[in-house]
Structure formats: structure tokens, C-alpha cells
């Protein structure tokens, strides 16, 4: 072994009572093997140039014998543990400022820039060892328990980790908006107005999903994260709307989807169907988001005309529209919460089928983003070209739904069913 390393580890040893795993760990290196026998090995070298080690009656000065003290609360911690689920834990030690005050004083009286700090060592060990004695695995992403050992209180916490479920959704009803909104009395905190739950009783496609997902996961709550939303007069069909609801603190995560999926279906009212629940990771909440920003959607529109129209005008708007950058002034509706901007939207192509002598149905796949009701209407020329414009007469919309949402989003996030 180096002699200077045993000098100075003497040295340090003169002067302070510190433990051989927190010895290893200020010298270690991750090309060593293992971090408590080079500790040990070390001390042992250091300490027989020493006549007498300073007061062995006191704990580490710079853990406070903390690994002591986390294997006294193991047995409490495997009693606690044994309503979870999970195959892999990760440990995270809270680290109290004093300590972290010594080890910088050490540091820097000893010139010490090696080695790991209190942390890095301390979740590692405590992870590898927790993980051994529970016959699960350590990991330090992705595990599925957080074991938070606060070192100062000598307190453990156990977290699980968020569950990130896929899934589409279906709205057949009219009149439901997404989001809950909070209840009016208490604003979110929980009243007898509500129930104690802090919603508005109104329901909501989120209302009538959420719930069962928090109760069948045994979770604190569930957070809705959607591909965009409908007008709460439009209705998704088809294939659905896809969306990711982020399960906060699961205790259970076996939870057999199908079966979850049936619960929300036929607790619905008829509403609105979820389909194709998958589990999926955090990062697809935010790739979801992106990828349908402005990706394909299709629409039918249904439209009824001031005047009687012919086959000719029908044509007309086919062919205007197809293929057709649309500009698109903030709607004068949503004025007062959006800043006023042009938009420039893709129209992929338009069908029209007439429906009475003054009624179509139009199919509409464009850009996400473009503001159908305007497209229609023209908003007072704030949407051009519109198809009232095409066809030189008023349009009202009788019915706006969407049938088609990024129908390649499943790919692009690689979820196989
Ligand atoms: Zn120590
Ligand atoms: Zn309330």
C-alpha cells in the first residue's frame, strides 16, 4: 500500500476518530473493489503508527456511524416494507449539514479531492444491502421503492415511485370537459361541498378516469396528462385521444389493466371509454406532448349554409382546401386567454358529402392545431381562406368531432400491445 496514503490517513486518524468505510470512501476509487475492505485494510496500516487512537469512545466524525445506525432501523423498515410492491429499491440517506461542515473541514486540512462523497457511498452500500436481505434489486434509476433515510432523526421513509399508465380515450357526450375544476367553497382543499374531495361535482373526462386508477393502485392521487384537448362541446371517437395518467405513490403496481380498464368503462355513464392501458416510462409523458403538438388530426364537420349550395361548391371547398396552408388569427373566442397571433396550419385534404340542400359533412385531416369552428365560420375573416368565404354565403356549425388523433403516436413511442 502507498506510503504516503498511510501517512496522511495517520495523520488524520492523530487528530480525529473516524470509521474505516468513511476512510475507504475518501480515498476510493470506482476501479477498486470493494470500497469497506480498502477502509479497513487502510485503517489497520494507518492506526499501528499510531501509540494511541484518540477517543474510540466517540462515533465517526464524519458519518456519525450512520450505517450503525440504519441496520438498528432494518427490522422496523422490513415490517413497513411488506405493503409494497416492488422489485427494485434505491436508498437515499439525508445527510445532516454538521456532517457535511466536517467533512469539507477535512478535505481541506488534509487536501483531500479523492474518494466519494458521504452520500455516494452511503446510498450505494445501504441500497446493495437492503436490496441483498429483501432478495430484491438495487438500482439507481427506474427502481420502483425509494428508501429515504433521513441520518440525523434516524427516520426512514418509504416512496414509491410514480406509475406512467398509456392509454386512449373516448368522449361519446357532450357537454364534459376534461379537467376537473376545484370546488368553489374550499378551491381544491376538501369541504363538505365536495365531499371532501376539492372537485366540482360536474363531471369530467378526468373525473371519470382518475378515481379508479388512485383506488386500484392504492396511490396518494392521479395526475391526467392528455394529447391536447377537446372544446367541451366536440366529442373524440374512434380511435380516441391518447393520454398518460401518472399514478403519484403507488403502493401496488401489479395491477392488471384490462381489468381497470373495464372498471372505468362501467362506472362511466356511457361517457367515456378508456382502451389499450399500458404501462410506460416518465419520459413519455413529455415525448407524447411533443409529438402531438401539431401532429395529423381528422375531423368531421357538420355545416349548415345561409343559401342552398350545389355540388359545385362542394367541390369548390374540396379543392381550396386540399393541400392548403390555412392563416389563422387567434379566435375572437379564446381572445381573452391567448395572446392574438397568426398561426399557419396544413390542410392534408377535405371530403365533402351533402347532406340535405343546405347541409355537408366534411372530413377534415389537417395539421393539429388549426381552429376548425373558424375554418367554418371565418371568424370575421381572421381565418383565411374559410369555407364560408369558398362558398360566399354564411356557415353555421351544426356538430364538430374529432375521429382520428396522431394515429402513429403508439409508434413513435414504441408501445407494443
Ligand atoms: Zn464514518
Ligand atoms: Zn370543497
Redo the contacts with the bound molecule.
Keep these: 500500500m502507498n506510503r504516503e496514503l498511510i501517512i496522511k490517513v495517520t495523520n488524520i486518524l492523530k487528530n480525529y476518530k473516524i470509521c474505516s468505510i468513511c476512510i475507504g470512501r475518501l480515498f476510493y476509487h470506482p476501479s477498486f473493489k470493494n470500497l469497506i475492505k480498502f477502509g479497513k485494510a487502510l485503517k489497520i496500516e494507518a492506526l499501528k503508527n499510531l501509540k494511541e487512537p484518540v477517543k474510540s469512545d466517540r462515533p465517526c466524525y464524519l458519518c456519525n456511524n450512520t450505517f450503525i445506525k440504519f441496520k438498528k432501523e432494518i427490522p422496523s423498515l422490513i415490517s413497513k416494507i411488506q405493503a409494497y410492491e416492488f422489485d427494485s429499491i434505491y436508498t437515499s440517506i439525508k445527510v445532516p449539514k454538521k456532517l457535511i461542515l466536517h467533512e469539507d473541514e477535512i478535505r481541506v486540512r488534509f487536501q483531500i479531492s479523492s474518494g466519494e462523497s458521504i452520500k455516494q457511498t452511503f446510498n450505494r452500500l445501504f441500497s446493495n444491502y437492503i436490496a441483498k436481505k429483501l432478495g430484491k434489486i438495487a438500482k439507481s434509476k427506474d427502481y420502483h421503492l425509494m428508501i429515504s433515510f433521513d441520518a440525523e432523526k434516524n427516520q426512514i421513509e418509504l416512496i414509491p415511485q410514480n406509475i406512467y399508465i398509456y392509454g386512449r380515450y373516448i368522449k361519446s357526450k357532450k357537454g364534459l370537459s376534461q379537467t376537473r375544476s376545484?370546488?368553489?367553497?374550499?378551491?381544491?382543499?376538501?369541504?363538505?361541498?365536495?365531499?371532501?374531495?376539492?372537485?366540482?361535482k360536474a363531471p369530467s373526462v378526468e373525473g371519470y378516469i382518475l378515481p379508479h386508477f388512485t383506488s386500484a393502485f392504492q396511490a396518494q392521487k392521479s395526475i391526467f396528462h392528455a394529447a391536447g384537448r377537446e372544446d367541451i362541446d366536440v366529442l373524440t371517437l374512434n380511435e380516441g385521444r391518447p393520454f398518460i395518467v401518472e399514478v403519484v405513490r403507488p403502493i401496488k403496481r401489479k395491477v392488471n389493466l384490462s381489468e381497470l380498464e373495464k372498471v372505468v368503462n362501467t362506472n362511466s355513464d356511457g361517457a367515456v371509454f378508456v382502451k389499450n392501458l399500458i404501462e410506460v416510462n416518465r419520459d413519455a409523458v413529455k415525448k407524447m406532448t411533443v409529438f402531438t403538438r401539431y401532429d395529423e388530426k381528422t375531423y368531421v364537420l357538420l355545416v349548415e349554409f345561409e343559401k342552398e349550395i350545389g355540388d359545385d361548391i362542394l367541390f369548390k371547398i374540396e379543392k381550396e382546401l386540399t393541400n392548403r396552408v390555412i392563416v389563422q388569427r387567434t379566435p375572437t373566442r379564446v381572445l381573452h386567454r391567448r395572446k392574438d397571433k397568426y398561426r399557419y396550419k396544413m390542410i392534408y385534404d377535405v371530403k365533402a358529402k351533402k347532406i340535405d340542400n343546405n347541409k355537408a359533412e366534411l372530413h377534415i385531416r389537417c395539421q393539429g392545431g388549426l381552429y376548425i369552428k373558424e375554418l367554418a365560420h371565418g371568424d370575421n375573416g381572421r381565418t383565411n381562406p374559410n369555407i364560408a368565404q369558398i362558398a360566399n354565403t354564411n356557415v353555421k356549425v351544426l356538430s364538430l368531432n374529432i375521429i382520428s388523433i396522431a394515429p402513429d403516436l403508439e409508434k413513435k413511442l414504441e408501445i407494443i400491445h
Design positions: 376545484y370546488c368553489y367553497v374550499c378551491y381544491g382543499k376538501g369541504c363538505s361541498e365536495c365531499d371532501y374531495t376539492g372537485y366540482d
